[in-house]
C-alpha cells in the first residue's frame, strides 16, 4: 500500500500550459510524465504498439472534419472497451470488497493513463474552439470525497445498566422500555428488516465534529447466557434513499467508521446488567463535502477541441450530470467513467497513515461507544440493586473463621492504648476528630466520631461494598483500583489500591484484608465493626495486580464502628492509622497527612444528612422506648447518691418557702428560695419551674437527656457559645455526661460547666432526671480562658390525664447554679428565670395547642348540650339574665338598629346608641 496518495478534485485538473501540456503535470527528463516509467522498449507501461508502430490513443493531425469524426469515433470505441472493464472492475469490487486503497491506487492508474491519452490528442489536433454550457452539471449532485485516516482492530467491553434484552431492543429496534439516560449526545435512527436483522445509523456531535456509523445488524445466536450480533458497515449507495434517509453533516468535520468482521455478544450480568463486547477491524475516513459548480464556458487555448473536453473533465465527475448532445460532451461522459472504474476513487482520498487532525480510530470509535454507555448508564439504581442484594444477605453471610476473630480483636484492644487529642477547630463540628501521636514516633492515628442520619445497617453497607460505581468515582484518581470479594469462601475481601503524593514522591500502594462482624447489644441495638489491617497478615489467596512490582508499599490498619440508636440514626466511629513508609518526614507533615484522612468523613456525614428536628424526634422517641422497657430498674451505689443530693432540691411542702418570680416564659410558673448549702458550696438560689407538657413522662426525660441534639446544638452556637458536646466515655445506658463553655461579657473569662444527667423511670412512668456537676477534664482542641461552674439540677415529670387523645404530664425543673470566679451571687440569682426557661423549650417541642383546644371544646359543647337542664342557678344568676334579656329584647323591638358597613360579607353589623350606653 502506497503512502501517499491523492485523490482531491484538483490533482486531477487537466487544463493546457503554454507549452502544451496539461497543468499539474512538470515533464521529465525524457518528456514523459509524472509518474511513469518506461519499459526496455521505450514505451509506457500499459502501452501496446500498434500495427503501424504508433502508441494507442496516438493519432496524426487530421486535415478535414470527416478524419477527425473517424478518429473520434476510433477513441469512442477504445473508451467503451476501458468503460466496460471499468465496469466489470467496479462488480468485482462490491463482490469481494477489497481492500480500499488497493482499488485507489488502480483508480490513479487509469487517471494517469487517461491523462496521457488526453495530453496526446490535444497536442496533435488543430481543429477551431469547442464552446459549450455545462447546465446539466448545475443540479447534479455534491460529492463526497472521503480520506482514511487509520485502521484498528478492536476490542471493547462495556457493563451496560439494562438486561440483555432490554440491550437488544434498543439496538435492533425502538420498541426499548428504557429510554435514554439524560446527557447521551447519540442520534439513532433505525430500519427493521427483519425480526432480527436491522440497519441503523449512530451518529455523534461533539466539538464541532460528527462521528457517524452506518451498520447492517444482524442476529445470529440468542439463548439465556449469550446473544450474538453480526455487525457490518453499508454504504449509502447501497440503500433505498425511502429505507433509511441519512441526514447531512451537522458538524464541520464529518468522520465515518467502517467497520469490517464485527461482532457484539451480549451476555447477563449480576443486578440486571449486560456484558457487552463489541470485535471489529474499523477503519476512520474524513468525510468531505464539495459542492457543485456552476455553468462554465469552455475554450482551448490552443484552439482544440479536446482542451474544452479536458477542462469539463476537471470542472466535474458525477457521471449522472452530463446530458449534452455535442460530441464533445458525449466523450466526457464517456471520459467520466473511466474515473468511476475504482468505487472508492470518487469518494476516498488516502493519506499517510499517521493521524491526520489528530483524530486516531482508538478515540472516535471510544467516543461513540461510550455514549452507548450513557444511552443505559443507570449507577445509582445498580448501586442500590447491590447495596440491597447485600443487606438481604447479611443473615447468610459465612461464619467469622478464627483468624477473622482474631483480627478483629487484635484491632479492638489497640483501642484501649490510644490517648486520643482533639484537633483543634472541630469542637463544633458535625464531626469529632482526634489524633493519638505514638510515644516512640511514627505516623499518627486518626479517630472521627459522628452522629449520622441513616441507620446502622445502610451505614455498614455503604462502608463495606467499595466496589460500587459510586466509590470508583470517588477513588477516579487512583492509579490502580481492585476489589476480590469472598476471599478463599470466607466474608473477607481483598482492596487494592494506590495513592499519589505530592512533591515528587512515588505512588504508594496498599494492599489491605477487610472482614466485618455484626454484634447485638444488650439492650437490642445492633453494631457493626469492620476491620482492615495489612494483606500480609492474611494467610489464603492473596492477589496481584500486573505492574505493581517495583511501586513502594504502604500500610493501614483501623475499624469502622457502627452503632445503632436509632431506627433511623447511627454513630459512627473510624480508627485509622495510614503508615506512607517515608523516612524523615517532620511530625507535623505526618499530622498533616492523618488530618487529610479525616477530612473525608465530612463529606460522607454530608451525604445522608436529613433534617435536624425530624432527626431529634426519632431520637426522642427511640429513647422514652428504651426508658419505657427499664421502668423499676434500680440504680447503681454511685447513682443513688447522687439522687440523693439532688432530691434535697425539692424541700419540704411544695409552696413552703418559695418565692414567686415574674416568669418570662407563657406557660411556665416559676419560683425561687435559697437553701442551705452544700459543705464547700456557695449560698446560692434555688429556682423552680412548672408546667404542662402534651406529651408522655418520658418523652421529655428523653428530651432532657438529648442534651446535644440537633436544634440546640444549633442555637448554642448560634448565641457565640465556644462548646456544647457530650463526652466519649464509657457511660452506663441511663447516664450521660455533657460539656458547655458558656460566653461571657467582655472582661470576664467563659463559664465551663460540665456535668453528669442520670434518668430513673419509676414503675408508674414517674420519670426523674438527675443532674450534677462533674470533676471530668473536657479536650476542647485548644487552650480556653474559662472558669469553670457548678449546678445541680432535678427534672421530675408526672403523667396526668389524656385531653382529647392528648397525653399530658406535669414538668417540675429545679435548678442551683453558681457560676464561680469573681461574680457575685446574687447577679447569678437574677438569670435564674432564664435557665428555667428550659421547661418552656419542652412545652414548646411537644406543642399540642389544636388537640387540646378541639378537644376542650367539645367537652364544653357537650356539656351545654346535654347537660344545660341539669344545672342550679342562684337568684341573682337568674336576675342578671332576666335584665339583660328584657334590655336587649326591648331594644330590637323599638326598631332603633342602625346598619354598619361590615368588614366580613357573610356578616350583618347594627348598632344602636342610647344615653349611658352603646351597644352592637
Not at 457493626?528 to 500480609?536: A, H, N, S, T, V
Not at 396526668?800 to 414538668?811: E, F, T, W
Request: hydrophobic share 35%; aromatic share 6%; net charge neutral.
Amino acid at each position: 500500500m502506497q503512502d501517499n496518495v491523492h485523490s482531491t478534485q484538483d490533482d486531477c485538473s487537466l487544463s493546457p500550459q503554454d507549452d502544451g501540456s496539461l497543468s499539474g503535470t512538470v515533464p521529465q527528463d525524457d518528456g514523459s510524465l509524472p509518474g511513469t516509467l518506461p519499459k526496455d522498449d521505450g514505451s509506457l507501461p500499459g502501452t501496446v504498439p500498434q500495427d503501424d508502430g504508433s502508441l494507442p490513443g496516438t493519432v496524426s493531425a487530421p486535415d478535414t472534419i470527416e478524419e477527425l469524426t473517424k478518429e473520434l469515433q476510433k477513441q469512442k470505441e477504445l473508451l467503451k472497451k476501458v468503460k466496460d472493464e471499468a465496469e466489470s472492475q467496479l462488480a468485482a469490487e462490491r463482490k469481494a470488497k477489497e481492500d480500499a486503497l488497493r482499488e485507489t491506487e488502480a483508480a490513479w492508474r487509469a487517471k494517469d493513463q487517461f491523462a496521457k491519452v488526453i495530453s496526446e490528442l490535444r497536442e496533435k489536433s488543430s481543429a477551431g474552439p469547442v464552446t459549450t454550457n455545462l447546465d446539466d452539471f448545475k443540479n447534479g449532485p455534491s460529492h463526497v470525497h472521503m480520506k482514511i485516516l487509520e485502521r484498528v482492530t478492536k476490542t471493547l467491553h462495556l457493563n451496560l445498566h439494562e438486561d440483555p434484552a432490554e440491550v437488544l431492543a434498543a439496538l435492533l429496534t425502538s420498541t426499548s422500555k428504557s429510554p435514554p439516560a439524560n446527557g447521551s449526545k447519540i442520534r439513532l435512527r433505525q430500519k427493521v428488516l427483519k425480526a432480527d436483522e436491522t440497519i441503523v445509523y449512530w451518529s455523534l456531535v461533539e466539538q464541532n465534529k460528527d462521528y457517524q456509523l452506518l451498520l447492517r445488524l444482524r442476529v445470529e445466536t440468542q439463548d439465556d447466557q449469550e446473544i450474538r450480533i453480526s455487525v457490518e458497515s453499508i454504504d449509502e449507495e447501497d440503500l433505498d434513499s425511502t429505507c433509511l434517509p441519512v441526514p447531512q453533516p451537522s458538524a464541520t468535520r464529518t468522520f465515518r467508521l467502517r467497520l469490517k468482521g464485527g461482532t457484539i455478544i451480549l451476555r447477563p450480568l449480576p443486578f440486571g446488567q449486560t456484558s457487552f463486547t463489541f470485535t471489529a477491524q474499523a477503519d476512520i475516513f474524513e468525510v468531505e463535502q464539495f459542492a457543485n459548480p456552476d455553468p462554465v464556458t469552455l475554450s482551448s487555448k490552443q484552439g482544440s477541441p479536446l482542451g474544452g473536453i479536458a477542462a469539463a473533465v476537471r470542472t466535474s465527475f458525477s457521471p449522472k450530470s452530463l446530458r449534452s448532445r455535442t460530441l464533445s460532451l458525449r466523450l466526457t461522459r464517456i471520459m467520466t467513467s473511466i474515473k468511476s472504474a475504482g468505487k472508492q476513487f470518487s469518494r476516498l482520498k488516502a493519506v499517510k497513515r499517521a493521524l491526520v487532525g489528530g483524530v486516531k480510530a482508538d478515540d472516535v470509535f471510544l467516543k461513540v461507544a461510550s455514549q452507548f454507555y450513557v444511552r443505559f448508564q443507570k449507577e445509582e439504581v445498580i448501586d442500590a440493586r447491590m447495596r440491597e442484594t447485600f443487606i438481604k444477605n447479611i443473615p447468610n453471610a459465612p461464619p467469622l473463621t478464627t483468624d477473622e476473630e482474631g483480627m478483629i480483636a487484635e484491632l479492638m484492644d489497640s483501642l484501649e492504648g490510644y490517648k486520643m487529642e482533639r484537633v483543634a477547630g472541630t469542637v463544633n463540628e458535625s464531626v469529632e476528630k482526634f489524633l493519638h501521636r505514638p510515644p516512640g514516633g511514627g505516623a499518627a492515628v486518626g479517630m472521627t466520631v459522628a452522629k449520622m442520619d441513616v441507620d446502622a445497617v445502610n451505614l455498614f453497607t455503604e462502608l463495606w461494598l467499595l466496589n460500587t460505581y459510586a466509590k470508583r468515582a470517588e477513588t477516579k484518581s487512583s492509579a490502580m483500583r481492585e476489589v476480590w470479594n469472598d476471599l478463599d469462601g470466607t466474608r473477607s475481601l481483598q482492596y487494592t489500591t494506590s495513592f499519589s503524593l505530592p512533591g515528587g514522591f512515588q505512588d504508594r500502594l496498599f494492599e489491605l484484608w477487610v472482614t466485618w462482624v455484626k454484634r447485638v447489644e444488650t439492650h437490642g441495638r445492633q453494631t457493626f465493626i469492620i476491620g482492615f489491617c495489612p494483606l500480609e497478615k492474611y494467610g489464603g489467596t492473596r492477589h496481584k495486580i500486573p505492574g505493581t512490582k517495583n511501586m513502594h508499599g504502604a500500610t493501614t490498619r483501623g475499624v469502622h464502628i457502627v452503632k445503632e440508636v436509632t431506627k433511623n440514626t447511627c454513630e459512627w466511629t473510624c480508627v485509622q492509622q495510614v503508615d506512607l513508609k517515608i523516612t524523615g518526614l517532620p511530625l507535623k507533615v505526618l499530622d498533616l497527612l492523618a488530618k487529610q484522612q479525616l477530612g473525608k468523613s465530612s463529606a460522607r456525614v454530608e451525604k445522608f444528612k436529613r433534617n435536624g428536628k425530624e432527626v431529634d424526634r426519632e431520637g426522642v422517641t427511640a429513647l422514652s422506648e428504651v426508658m419505657k422497657k427499664h421502668r423499676g430498674e434500680p440504680l447503681m451505689e454511685d447513682q443513688e447518691g447522687i439522687f440523693k443530693r439532688c432530691m434535697t432540691l425539692l424541700g419540704g411542702e411544695e409552696d413552703e418557702g418559695w418565692k414567686a418570680l415574674e416568669s418570662p416564659a407563657p406557660d411556665v410558673k416559676m419560683w425561687m428560695q435559697y437553701l442551705p448549702p452544700e459543705k464547700g458550696e456557695r449560698t446560692v438560689g434555688t429556682g423552680r419551674a412548672v408546667g404542662v407538657a402534651d406529651c408522655t413522662a418520658e418523652e421529655v426525660a428523653a428530651w432532657v437527656m438529648d442534651y446535644c441534639n440537633n436544634e440546640r446544638t444549633r442555637i448554642s452556637r448560634e448565641e457565640g457559645n465556644p462548646a456544647r458536646l457530650k463526652l466519649r466515655k464509657e457511660a452506663r445506658l441511663n447516664e450521660a455526661t455533657f460539656a458547655t463553655v458558656k460566653s461571657m461579657p467582655f472582661l470576664l473569662n467563659d463559664r465551663e460547666f460540665v456535668f453528669k444527667h442520670i434518668w430513673k423511670v419509676e414503675e408508674r412512668g414517674k420519670s426523674i432526671i438527675c443532674q450534677e456537676s462533674s470533676d471530668d477534664q473536657v479536650d476542647y482542641g485548644a487552650s480556653l480562658r474559662v472558669t469553670r461552674g457548678f449546678c445541680r439540677g432535678l427534672w421530675v415529670m408526672d403523667n396526668l390525664q389524656p385531653i382529647g387523645g392528648a397525653k399530658q404530664c406535669r414538668v417540675t425543673f429545679i435548678s442551683q447554679l453558681d457560676a464561680g470566679g469573681v461574680i457575685p451571687t446574687w447577679v447569678v440569682d437574677k438569670k435564674i428565670p432564664n435557665a428555667l426557661r428550659a421547661v418552656q423549650d419542652a412545652i414548646d417541642e411537644f406543642r399540642q395547642d389544636k388537640t387540646i383546644d378541639a378537644a376542650d371544646w367539645g367537652e364544653r359543647s357537650a356539656l351545654m348540650k346535654d347537660r344545660w337542664r341539669e344545672e342550679a342557678y342562684s337568684k341573682e344568676e337568674n336576675d342578671l339574665l332576666l335584665r339583660v334579656r328584657q334590655k336587649f329584647e326591648g331594644s330590637l323591638k323599638e326598631g332603633k338598629w342602625k346598619q354598619l358597613k361590615s368588614p366580613d360579607v357573610f356578616v350583618k353589623m347594627e348598632s344602636i346608641h342610647e344615653e349611658g350606653w352603646t351597644s352592637a
